[in-house]
Nanobody
Framework: VQLQACGGGLVQAGGFLRLSCAASGRTLSNYRVGWFRQAPGKEREFVAAISWSGAITYYADSVKGRFTISRDNAKNTVYLQMNSLKPEDTATYYC?????????????????WGQGTLVTVSS
């Protein structure tokens, strides 16, 4: 499966962005999908994940209440709505497909990764 992440950009603190992750080659509807991010000089970290049906969502404590993950299985796309952005949210954001069921935070569980989209939040 190929994943195409887009929607990143430069935004001021307090602003918002909506990231999209569109899949081709395989339907996403059977899989949990996650968003991760990696800031310069830091390790990649979990941001949010959503179950195959969309009924269950998971968030890192640092984004809870500000970010919302959703999906449209008919469009084979997962979204990440990011509100009240902070400079510390600056990172490259990656979407990924969980095919191994090792846990939503476990990057080893995700077999397919998008190319990443850069989010820069200025203060």
């Amino acid at each position: 499966v190929q994943l195409q992440a887009c929607g990143g950009g430069l935004v001021q603190a307090g602003g918002f962005l909506r990231l999209s992750c569109a899949a081709s080659g395989r339907t996403l509807s059977n899989y949990r999908v996650g968003w991760f991010r990696q800031a310069p000089g830091k390790e990649r970290e979990f941001v949010a994940a959503i179950s195959w049906s969309g009924a269950i969502t998971y968030y890192a404590d640092s984004v809870k209440g500000r970010f919302t993950i959703s999906r449209d299985n008919a469009k084979n796309t997962v979204y990440l709505q990011m509100n009240s952005l902070k400079p510390e949210d600056t990172a490259t954001y990656y979407c990924a497909v969980d095919t191994k069921g090792l846990g939503y935070r476990n990057m080893a569980s995700y077999a397919y990764w998008g190319q990443g989209t850069l989010v820069t939040v200025s203060s």
